[in-house]
């Protein structure tokens, strides 16, 4: 028999669609564990299959082609322990099939496009982070990916970004200013009109003043920092790695900006920048390199992209181990009353 937990923290991970969502949750996976984390795709809320989306003319990114009171419904009933019956949304057919059985466990992930959309389903969020890739950088991985594994040509692969481009700027880009975390892939400024996008600035977007969340830092906490690593200590090719640390304004939010431009070429020298981070939430010294390490295979593991994912991923243990001891606090006061 499957006990349900009395606490489910809830974790949401926005943003379009190849932007590196899969790659985050397997590291999510590393965290806490498959059997503590149940993931919901939040594409299962259409509520339009694939043709009458084409007949009604939107897309799937359009909140007309899904059901956000079954969603917020349903993951209010997860937040509270309680078992659902999910719709399935089939991606190879594009229709919407019978729903599952789901019962809940102490981590309950849901991501996709609209997890910070709706503000009843947003406020059911323990921690947010938003997956945003500048628009160069998406087209380029784009072409890469579609050309070569699809078939696709050029101008077949720009004409569905801008397609889906009026109803990703209106229903998913917005969403960023609710998040938690920012993870913000822009092309280089190392390399000056770069075109391959091999190279990427890498930029953790982290809010102020969120009850239980400190940011990490680089050397100094508050202060603007500029740290050029390479030398004795950190193997550097051209064109070599940049770190940057400041406080900034976002949204109208204060924020913290954690940022590296460039590559690594030895992973197991993190260490070296690892040491110099501050509020990493890590358990030991290591513990982040350790983690990179482990999947040097998974995308962006040679970048800020990798490295940020990992310390987002602390951030969220850190907040699922503080939600779940107030709760054993909380109830040893009452035992004790």
């Given at each position: 028999?499957?006990?349900?937990?009395?606490?489910?923290?809830?974790?949401?991970?926005?943003?379009?669609?190849?932007?590196?969502?899969?790659?985050?949750?397997?590291?999510?996976?590393?965290?806490?564990?498959?059997?503590?984390?149940?993931?919901?795709?939040?594409?299962?809320?259409?509520?339009?299959?694939?043709?009458?989306?084409?007949?009604?003319?939107?897309?799937?990114?359009?909140?007309?082609?899904?059901?956000?009171?079954?969603?917020?419904?349903?993951?209010?009933?997860?937040?509270?322990?309680?078992?659902?019956?999910?719709?399935?949304?089939?991606?190879?057919?594009?229709?919407?099939?019978?729903?599952?059985?789901?019962?809940?466990?102490?981590?309950?992930?849901?991501?996709?496009?609209?997890?910070?959309?709706?503000?009843?389903?947003?406020?059911?969020?323990?921690?947010?982070?938003?997956?945003?890739?500048?628009?160069?950088?998406?087209?380029?991985?784009?072409?890469?990916?579609?050309?070569?594994?699809?078939?696709?040509?050029?101008?077949?692969?720009?004409?569905?970004?801008?397609?889906?481009?009026?109803?990703?700027?209106?229903?998913?880009?917005?969403?960023?200013?609710?998040?938690?975390?920012?993870?913000?892939?822009?092309?280089?400024?190392?390399?000056?009109?770069?075109?391959?996008?091999?190279?990427?600035?890498?930029?953790?977007?982290?809010?102020?003043?969120?009850?239980?969340?400190?940011?990490?830092?680089?050397?100094?906490?508050?202060?603007?920092?500029?740290?050029?690593?390479?030398g004795r200590k950190l193997t550097c090719s051209y064109?070599?790695?940049?770190?940057?640390?400041?406080?900034?304004?976002?949204?109208?939010?204060?924020?913290?900006?954690?940022?590296?431009?460039?590559?690594?070429?030895?992973?197991?020298?993190?260490?070296?920048?690892?040491?110099?981070?501050?509020?990493?939430?890590?358990?030991?010294?290591?513990?982040?390199?350790?983690?990179?390490?482990?999947?040097?295979?998974?995308?962006?593991?040679?970048?800020?992209?990798?490295?940020?994912?990992?310390?987002?991923?602390?951030?969220?243990?850190?907040?699922?181990?503080?939600?779940?001891?107030?709760?054993?606090?909380?109830?040893?006061?009452?035992?004790?009353?």
């Amino acid at each position: 028999m499957t006990m349900t937990p009395d606490r489910v923290v809830l974790i949401g991970v926005a943003g379009d669609s190849g932007c590196g969502k899969s790659t985050f949750l397997r590291r999510l996976a590393d965290l806490f564990g498959e059997e503590l984390m149940t993931v919901i795709c939040l594409d299962d809320y259409h509520s339009l299959d694939r043709k009458q989306r084409k007949v009604a003319g939107v897309t799937a990114l359009n909140p007309k082609a899904n059901n956000f009171d079954l969603m917020y419904e349903q993951i209010k009933a997860l937040k509270e322990g309680q078992s659902i019956q999910k719709p399935i949304y089939n991606h190879e057919t594009g229709m919407i099939d019978p729903p599952e059985l789901i019962t809940p466990t102490p981590i309950v992930v849901i991501e996709g496009l609209h997890p910070l959309f709706d503000e009843r389903v947003r406020e059911l969020v323990d921690f947010g982070v938003y997956l945003d890739i500048d628009d160069e950088v998406k087209i380029a991985w784009k072409i890469q990916r579609d050309m070569s594994e699809r078939g696709h040509t050029y101008e077949d692969v720009l004409a569905s970004i801008n397609a889906r481009r009026p109803d990703f700027e209106a229903f998913i880009d917005p969403q960023k200013q609710h998040a938690d975390v920012v993870i913000q892939i822009l092309p280089t400024q190392l390399i000056k009109d770069d075109q391959e996008k091999k190279v990427l600035r890498v930029r953790l977007i982290q809010k102020e003043g969120i009850d239980g969340f400190e940011p990490v830092y680089l050397f100094d906490e508050g202060s603007t920092i500029d740290w050029i690593p390479c030398g004795r200590k950190l193997t550097c090719s051209y064109p070599g790695i940049r770190l940057y640390y400041g406080p900034d304004s976002y949204y109208g939010n204060n924020v913290s900006v954690l940022e590296v431009d460039g590559n690594f070429e030895r992973l197991e020298e993190l260490i070296y920048v690892e040491s110099h981070l501050s509020n990493t939430s890590t358990r030991y010294h290591g513990e982040m390199t350790e983690l990179l390490l482990k999947h040097r295979s998974y995308p962006g593991s040679t970048n800020g992209s990798g490295l940020f994912q990992v310390l987002v991923g602390l951030k969220m243990r850190a907040t699922y181990e503080k939600l779940m001891g107030m709760n054993t606090q909380l109830a040893a006061k009452a035992v004790s009353n």
